[in-house]
């Protein structure tokens, strides 16, 4: 049989790795930001057409490109940022894939003008599609000026899937906000279908804030600042009161670098935990700043997820920044901040802080010798634990009468725990049923059921915070579906990146899937991914509404399938903790019950 295999045109492959890197306006934005940054500009200008879609245009006053430079710049892997694998750890500069550009250039026309200070005549190039349509010497300010036109011209699929105008230009505000957010003292300017849209001057991070997001948070900011060998924070975080039912001015940036991390987030959250209304999301705007070799900010193409080498101790951290923030603008009120009456509760604030204490604390020595149990309200907070902990305390009392059950009572297909380890005797059953003792006899656990009941709270509470943990694919996947099938996936692509999918389209009715929620394994998200399809065929107008709860359960129930085989007692026991700090642990997902009670009278009916 003659071979089949080929390498893919150069074209081809550079059409792929943009999909990658470039799915809408917003990404080329980002991107192009990041270069102008990275040049050295300190004046930047966005300019856009249709929300991106005819034009984006970024012109930067930085340091330039040779001839030479400016042809490269287009090539895939083409970095000035990376000589060898060390400077991958040690980078700090925003993008180093050296693939923004080549990707850009595979889907849009470009046009790129750039001189360098040194040389008094500059070059132009065009590209259309990967090619060079035309290189020229030019008459161009120093810096860079580079034009992307009619994105994905020639990705008629992509360029369909594209939202309308409204939501695209709102994708590129995001971004052009987390660049402006992060660089202060660099002056920016937006102009959108020739309208001016924003003026940044150069300044402190206070007005960037206040010029950029809105006049009325100045009164509500408080001021951030701790410092210790290991790790800076900055920022601002507002008042409790200032919180919002809606999340969107939520800012980390790690070393200058936006990101998104829902345990960041977390941290932030509970340190407001008692000061804010419930549901509601406080302002922040904090940087991060730590040694670059502790952060892989590269494991994700759009960079916005990364991993930390010890992301507890820096959630702790952030938790206790936060909280010492809060309780600081108490104990100074000179600052003319109002005080809620909540926060004279803290009890950070109730303890009187000596004169010492404060020097100590403004020198930023709070965290030096800060406890692991810092982080022990994490878990135990849940709403709704309160209601259950009776419950779940009976459920704990061993029935001193009934310990140890006769060995000749237990039928043998009942795998029984070693005791040792728990006070609490559990019996898991054919592992289907987790059987524990109660005060009025047995509890028994449907434990698939409780597990869909834990993961379904899990990702509602990352849908409702717009914080997931996604886990990346080393492989991503690609699934093809009917003209029909696509359009419904495409519209729900939104809500299930909340739980953590990350699907792109890609071409006609093909879409590529990066990312899944943690615990969902590869290969299970077709199944989820045509269940979820099927279901929005079905689903009426008002449907929509319960999209929430039909997404999530139904990826619960896929993950649940997953269910461990419990067969420790610490995870037999984790499970019933789990279970109980649901705000609904009575009843699974689809309604069906989670556990029962057999009691001890009807045992005793039982054997007559
Ligand atoms: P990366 O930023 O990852 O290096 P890019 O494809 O974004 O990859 O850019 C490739 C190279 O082109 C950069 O390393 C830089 O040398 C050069 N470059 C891109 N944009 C600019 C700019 N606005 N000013 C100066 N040089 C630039
Ligand atoms: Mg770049």
């Known amino acids: 049989m003659a071979d089949i295999i080929q390498l893919l045109s150069d074209h081809i492959a550079n059409q792929i790795a943009a999909g990658e890197v470039i799915q809408r306006p917003a990404s080329a934005v980002k991107e192009l930001l990041e270069n102008a940054i990275d040049a050295g500009a300190t004046d930047i200008q966005l300019i856009l057409k249709d929300a991106g879609k005819e034009l984006i245009q970024v012109i930067d006053n930085g340091k330039g490109m040779s001839p030479t430079d400016a042809r490269m710049s287009f090539e895939r892997h083409a970095t000035s940022k990376i000589k060898n694998i060390d400077d991958l750890f040690r980078i700090r500069t925003m993008g180093f894939r050296g693939e923004a550009l080549a990707s850009i250039a595979a889907v849009a026309q470009v046009e790129l003008k750039t001189r360098q200070a040194s040389n008094d005549i500059g070059s132009k190039i065009c590209i259309e599609g990967t090619d ?363 809500d299930l990146a909340r739980i953590g999918f990350d699907i792109a389209p890609f071409g006609q009715s093909t879409f590529v899937v990066r990312g899944l929620p943690s615990s969902l394994k590869a290969g299970e998200e077709k199944d989820v991914l045509d269940e979820v399809i099927e279901h929005l065929r079905h689903e009426s107008q008002n449907a929509v509404a319960q999209r929430k709860e039909q997404l999530t359960a139904q990826v619960a129930k896929r993950i649940a399938l997953n269910k461990p085989q419990l067969q420790q007692p610490e995870e037999q026991q984790a499970l019933i903790d789990e279970l109980f700090a649901c705000t609904q642990p009575e009843y699974a997902p689809d309604g069906k019950k989670v556990f029962s009670f057999l009691k001890t009278e009807t045992l005793q009916d039982l054997l007559g």
């Open 132 to 494: 060079v349509v035309l290189q020229e010497p030019c008459a161009t300010p120093i810096g860079t000026s580079i034009m992307v036109k009619n994105l994905f011209f020639n990705v008629p699929a992509r360029r369909n899937f594209l939202k309308s105008n409204n939501t695209e230009f709102r994708n590129i505000l995001d971004e052009f906000t987390r660049v402006a957010l992060a660089y202060p003292s660099l002056a920016f300017r937006l102009f959108h279908n020739g309208v001016e849209q924003f003026r940044l001057e150069s300044g402190n991070l206070k007005t960037r804030i206040v010029n950029l997001l809105s006049g009325s948070v100045e009164k509500n900011l408080v001021p951030v600042q701790e410092e210790t060998d290991w790790i800076k924070i900055h920022g601002f975080i507002g008042k409790p009161e200032s919180s919002t039912k809606t999340r969107g001015n939520q800012f980390f940036f790690i070393n200058d670098r936006f990101i998104r991390n829902s345990y960041l987030h977390h941290a932030v959250a509970t340190a407001y935990e008692g000061l804010m209304e419930k549901e509601t999301f406080p302002f922040y705007v904090l940087f991060l700043e730590t040694d670059p070799a502790r952060v892989d900010v590269n494991v994700h193409p759009t960079k916005q997820e990364v991993k930390f080498e010890d992301d507890r101790m820096m959630y702790a951290y952030l938790n206790a920044a936060v909280r010492h923030a809060l309780a600081r603008f108490n104990i100074a009120p000179s600052l003319d901040f109002t005080l809620s009456p909540e926060i004279t509760k803290l009890p950070s604030v109730e303890m009187p802080i000596s004169h010492r204490e404060k020097e100590k604390v403004e020198a930023g020595y709070l965290f030096n010798n800060f406890s692991r149990k810092d982080q022990a309200h994490f878990i135990d907070k849940k709403e709704g634990l309160k209601q259950w902990k009776e419950l779940y305390q009976i459920a704990q009392q061993p029935l001193a009468s009934q310990t140890p059950s006769t060995p000749n009572a237990e039928p043998i297909s009942l795998h029984k725990t070693t005791e040792t380890a728990t006070h609490q005797n559990m019996l898991v059953v054919q592992n289907n049923f987790l059987v524990t003792t109660v005060k009025s006899g047995l509890m028994v656990v449907h434990i698939r059921r409780a597990y869909e009941r834990i993961w379904q709270e899990r990702l509602l509470e990352n849908w409702d915070t717009g914080q997931f943990v996604s886990q990346q694919l080393l492989f991503p996947a690609t699934y093809e579906w009917s003209a029909q099938d696509a359009l419904l996936l495409e519209s729900v692509l939104e």
